[in-house]
């Protein structure tokens, strides 16, 4: 029986390979005897042999998650926090201290093991981003209450003293 000298597959007596199409000069290769194989079955996996730690065994995949865009928004709550802190009498700090949770929930989404994990700490990140921004916003008003406090009383006493 003839083999193809370049794939090894069996010409069937043609001028060319039927597998890879090259011109068979009609060499005739010596072949060993077949060996048997043995066809393996696979292992069939019943539901009572699926361990509910095995995410790969059930067919559930997870796909590792970013929230990059929860990362950066807790990342700038908690720079204007740092910046507006001695200007809102510590007010700021609760803002602070909610942004530092958020970045730590949202830079772990992409660590995490399961889709429930990774949804919780979204979430979460979320949630300590909003109470950032609201503390921040309290802040904020903190600030110009002060300022209106400080020009209203220098306009006062300024008159009355004639500073």
């Not at 072949?31 to 019943?46: D, G, L, N």
């Not at 730690?53 to 709550?77: M, W």
């Not at 309290?138 to 209203?152: D, N, T």
Request: aromatic residues 8%; neutral net charge; glycine residues 8%.
């Amino acid at each position: 029986m003839s083999k193809c000298i370049y794939c090894g597959n069996e010409t069937g007596g043609t001028q060319f390979c039927q597998s890879c199409g090259a011109k068979v000069d009609g060499v005739l290769i010596e072949q060993a005897a077949p060996v048997e194989e043995k066809a393996e079955t696979p292992e069939v996996i019943t539901p009572e042999r699926i361990d509910p730690q095995d995410n790969t065994a059930s067919g559930n995949f997870y796909r590792p998650q970013e929230a990059k865009g929860l990362l950066t928004a807790n990342i700038v709550v908690l720079v204007l926090a740092i910046v507006m802190c001695w200007q809102t009498i510590g007010i700021t700090i609760l803002a602070m201290i909610f942004s530092i949770i958020g970045i730590v929930n949202a830079s772990k989404v992409k660590s995490a093991a399961s889709e429930f994990e990774a949804q919780h700490r979204k979430s979460t990140a979320t949630v300590m981003f909003i109470l950032g921004l609201v503390v921040l916003f309290a802040g904020f008003l903190v600030y110009l209450i002060l300022k209106i406090l400080k020009v209203v009383t220098k306009n006062i006493f300024g008159s009355i003293f004639g500073l």
